[in-house]
C-alpha cells in the first residue's frame, strides 16, 4: 500500500491550493485518513480528519478556512485551502488507516509529503 500525495506549490496570501492523496495497492477498506503539517523548526501538527463515514475534525488554526473531503471509490483524501497564510507555510503530510487485503488488523500508512509556501 502507497499513498501518494500531490497539489503542493506557492501561492501569495489569501491565495488557494488543494492537496489530493490516493492510497493505491491491494486495499481491503480505507478508515480514518488525516492531514498533518509540519514547519521549520517545528514538530508535526494535526491539521484535518476525516473518517470513513465523512465526518470531520479540524486543528483551531484552520477552521474556516480548509475543508477536508475524501472519495471511498478512489482512496482519496483531498484538502481544500483557502484564505492561505504564510503561517501555513510547511510540508504537508496525509495519513491513512489502511486494512490491506491478507492482513489481520488495519496498518497506518504515510504519503511522502508536499511543499506548500504561503508568501505575505
Known amino acids: 500500500v502507497q499513498l501518494q500525495a500531490s497539489g503542493g506549490g506557492s501561492v501569495q496570501a489569501g491565495g488557494s491550493l488543494r492537496l489530493s492523496c490516493a492510497a493505491s495497492?491491494?486495499?481491503?477498506?480505507?478508515?480514518?485518513m488525516a492531514w498533518y503539517r509540519q514547519a521549520p523548526g517545528k514538530q508535526r501538527e494535526l491539521v484535518a480528519t476525516?473518517?470513513?463515514?465523512?465526518?470531520?475534525n479540524y486543528a483551531d488554526s484552520v477552521k474556516g478556512r480548509f475543508t477536508i473531503s475524501r472519495d471511498n471509490a478512489k482512496n482519496t483524501v483531498y484538502l481544500q485551502m483557502n484564505s492561505l497564510k504564510p503561517e501555513d507555510t510547511a510540508v504537508y503530510y496525509c495519513?491513512?488507516?489502511?486494512?490491506?487485503?491478507?492482513?489481520?488488523?488495519?496498518?497506518?500508512?504515510w504519503g511522502q509529503g508536499t511543499r506548500v509556501t504561503v508568501s505575505s
Open positions: 495497492g491491494s486495499i481491503f477498506s480505507t478508515n480514518a
Open positions: 495519513n491513512a488507516d489502511v486494512w490491506p487485503r491478507g492482513f489481520s488488523s488495519t496498518r497506518d500508512y
Open positions: 476525516i473518517t470513513s463515514g465523512g465526518r470531520t
